[in-house]
C-alpha cells in the first residue's frame, strides 16, 4: 500500500465517497458572501488571477444575479453566462472550464494547495539557482579552457538562449499533452544535463549543456504558474504572488556552495591550470545537479499531482476533470457539489467525443491568440491604460537587460578591486553574503506595498533608484569592502523592486486582458535579458564598468517610468 501511494505511474482514482454533495447544501456565493459584500472586506482581489479565473464581480454581473443562501442551477447559469459575456469565448469547453473554477473556489484552500505551492516554490527557487550557478563559474572555466573572461560570458548568453526557448516551448506544449508532463520533465531534463554539464570536456560543450539545461529551467516559470493558478481558489490568489519568495532563495544555494567549493578546489589564474587543480565548478555543478535532481524526485514519486482538470475538458475526457476536481476536494478534506451531470446542464452535451475535445491547432491558437491585435488592442482602450501599459512594458525590458548586466556577472566584477585581483575566497564569500543581505528584501516588500502614500508605486519607485544609484556606487570603490556594502544592499532593494513589479503588474490590467499584458510583459523581460550578455561581452572591451554603467542607468530609466505611472493599485479592486 506504501508503495502505490507514491508510485508515479499509478492512474488517478475515480471515486472519492462521501466528497459530493447537492447543490442545495452549496453556499450560493464562495465563502458563503455575496461578490458585493467581499468587495467592502477586501481591499483589492489578487494581482494574478487570469481571465477565465475572474470572479463575478469582475464582470459586474453580481448585481444581477438572485440573492439566495444556497447555489442553484440557474444560479450558476447566470454567474458563468455573465463571465463568458467579457471572455471572446463561450463554447462547451469555456462553459464547463468556468464550472470547474467555481467549483474549485468553493473548496477553497487547503492541503493539496499548499503541497503544489512548496513543490510549484522548486520552479522558481532552480530559475534563480542556475542564473546564478551559472554565473558563478564563469571564472574558473575561463581560467581552465583558456577563453578570455569577456568572452565566457557567451555562457551566460547560451543558458538564456536555453530559457528563453524553454518558456516557449513548454508554455504551449502543457496545454497539448498536458500539464503534468510537463510539471515532471522540466525539472529533470534541468537536472540531467546539470549533472552532465559537470563533466563538460570543453567550453563550448559546457555552453551548450547550458543551453540545455536552461530548456528545462526556463519551463518551469510559465508551467508551475500557470498549474498553480488552476488549482488555487480565487481568493487565495496572492499565493501565486507569493512564489516569488523562492527566487532569491536559489541564489542563496548556489552562492554559498560556490563559497564552499570554488576557492578550495580552484585554480588561482590561467596559467598551469588543468581540469584535475581547477574542479571547484564542476563541483558545484555537480551539486546544483544534484540538487535539482532531488527536487524531481520529491515531485515525482512523493506526490501525486492530479492532471489539470482544464486540460482534461479540453482533450473531452470530462469524467476525469470531475474526478481531479473530487480528489482535491478529498486531499482538503473539503466536499464539493461538482458532478458531470451538473457539467452536462450548464455546458452542454456533445453530440460527438470528438465535439468534446479542443484540436491541437485550436489550443496552439488560443494560447498565442493573447499576442494577437485583437487582444492587445484592448489594453490601450483609453489614454490612461494605454499610457500605463507603453511605461509598464518599458520597465519590464530595461529592468530585464539591466538585472543580468549586473548579477550574471557579479562574481567576476567582485574579483576586481580597484585594478587589482581579490582572492578567490574574498570574491566567493562576498557573492555569498550579498545573497544573504538580499533574501529579507522580498519579504519586506509584502509589508511597505500596503503602506499608506507609499504603496505599489512607491515601493518600486524608491527601490528601483536606490538599485541605480547603488550600482553606479559599485563602480567607484576602490576597496573590496565598500563593493561588498554597494552589492549587498543593492541585492536588498532589488529584490524589493522585482517582488513588487511581479504584483503590480497583473493588478494594474483590466481582467479580461491580464493574461496578454502580463504575457507580453514577461517576454520582452527575457528577450532584453538574452541580449544583455552580449552588450555585457563588447561593451566591457573598452571599460570593464560599462556593463555595470549600462545597468545603473537602466534602472534609472525604469525608475523614470515608474514614477509617471498614472495607477496606483493598494487599496483599489482589480479590473
Known amino acids: 500500500m506504501g508503495l502505490e501511494r507514491f508510485s508515479p505511474f499509478k492512474k488517478d482514482r475515480q471515486n472519492f465517497p462521501g466528497v459530493v454533495i447537492p447543490l442545495s447544501e452549496a453556499p450560493a456565493y464562495p465563502n458563503g458572501a455575496p461578490s458585493s459584500e467581499k468587495e467592502d472586506k477586501t481591499d483589492a482581489l489578487d494581482a494574478s488571477k487570469s481571465l477565465d479565473r475572474a470572479p463575478s464581480s469582475e464582470t459586474g454581473s453580481a448585481g444581477s444575479l438572485p440573492e439566495t443562501s444556497y447555489l442553484t442551477i440557474e444560479l450558476l447559469r447566470a454567474e458563468i453566462d455573465a463571465e463568458n459575456s467579457t471572455s471572446g469565448h463561450d463554447s462547451v469547453y469555456d462553459r464547463k472550464a468556468k464550472v470547474i473554477n467555481r467549483a474549485i473556489q468553493d473548496i477553497g484552500m487547503g492541503k493539496y494547495q499548499w503541497k503544489l505551492f512548496f513543490l510549484c516554490g522548486f520552479g522558481w527557487l532552480a530559475d534563480n539557482l542556475w542564473l546564478q550557478g551559472v554565473a558563478l563559474t564563469l571564472t574558473p572555466i575561463a581560467y ?36 503534468r508532463l510537463a510539471f515532471n520533465t522540466t525539472l529533470f531534463l534541468a537536472g540531467a544535463f546539470g549533472l552532465a554539464a559537470g563533466g563538460g570536456p570543453n567550453w563550448i560543450g559546457t555552453s551548450a549543456l547550458y543551453a540545455c539545461l536552461g530548456l528545462g529551467v526556463g519551463g518551469n516559470l510559465p508551467v508551475d504558474g500557470a498549474l498553480f493558478l488552476e488549482f488555487l481558489p480565487c481568493v487565495s490568489g496572492n499565493m501565486l504572488t507569493m512564489l516569488s519568495v523562492w527566487w532569491p532563495i536559489g541564489q542563496l544555494i548556489s552562492s554559498l556552495l560556490a563559497w564552499a567549493f570554488i576557492p578550495t578546489y580552484s585554480c588561482a589564474s590561467a596559467e598551469g591550470c588543468t581540469k584535475e587543480k581547477n574542479m571547484g565548478w564542476r563541483y558545484l555543478v555537480l551539486t546544483l545537479g544534484a540538487i535539482t535532481m532531488s ?90 491604460l494605454g499610457y500605463t501599459t507603453v511605461l509598464l512594458w518599458f520597465c519590464w525590458a530595461t529592468i530585464g537587460m539591466g538585472y543580468p548586466l549586473f548579477n550574471a556577472f557579479l562574481p567576476q566584477y567582485l574579483s576586481q578591486t580597484g585594478g587589482e585581483t581579490n582572492s578567490s575566497y574574498i570574491t566567493y564569500r562576498n557573492y555569498a553574503i550579498t545573497s544573504i543581505v538580499g533574501v529579507p528584501g522580498s519579504i519586506l516588500a509584502c509589508y511597505t506595498v500596503e503602506i499608506k502614500h507609499v504603496g505599489r508605486k512607491g515601493t518600486m519607485a524608491i527601490s528601483t533608484v536606490i538599485t541605480g544609484v547603488l550600482l553606479f556606487c559599485f563602480t567607484v570603490s576602490s576597496t573590496s569592502n565598500v ?75 525604469a525608475f523614470v517610468a515608474m514614477v509617471l505611472l498614472p495607477i496606483e493599485t493598494r487599496g483599489r479592486q482589480t479590473l
Open 144 to 179: 581552465e579552457f583558456d577563453i578570455d573572461t569577456s568572452w565566457v560570458r557567451f555562457s551566460t548568453c547560451a543558458l538564456f538562449l536555453g530559457l528563453c526557448i524553454g518558456a516557449s516551448f513548454w508554455g504551449v506544449i502543457s496545454d497539448i499533452v498536458g500539464r
Open 295 to 384: 527536487m524531481w524526485i520529491a515531485r515525482f514519486f512523493f506526490f501525486h499531482l492530479y492532471e489539470s482538470p482544464k486540460f482534461l475538458l479540453s482533450r473531452g475526457r470530462q469524467e476525469e476533470a470531475v474526478a481531479s476536481v473530487h480528489g482535491i476536494a478529498y486531499e482538503n478534506g473539503a466536499k464539493t457539489w461538482l458532478t458531470s451531470e451538473i457539467l452536462n446542464e450548464i455546458g452542454g452535451i456533445a453530440e460527438t467525443k470528438e465535439e468534446e475535445k479542443l484540436a491541437v491547432s485550436e489550443i496552439v491558437k488560443r494560447f498565442f491568440s493573447k499576442f494577437s491585435m485583437e487582444r492587445i488592442a484592448p489594453l490601450f482602450s483609453n489614454k490612461r
Open 483 to 557: 563593493q561588498l556594502v554597494c552589492s549587498c544592499l543593492e541585492a536588498f532593494f532589488q529584490n524589493i523592486m522585482y517582488g513588487v513589479l511581479y504584483a503590480y503588474t497583473p493588478e494594474v490590467f483590466p481582467a479580461p486582458n491580464r493574461g496578454t499584458g502580463s504575457g507580453i510583459s514577461s517576454c520582452l523581460n527575457r528577450i532584453a535579458g538574452l541580449c544583455a550578455p552580449l552588450v555585457a561581452i563588447f561593451a566591457s572591451s573598452s571599460n570593464p564598468n560599462a556593463p555595470i554603467y549600462a545597468s545603473g542607468g537602466l534602472m534609472l530609466a
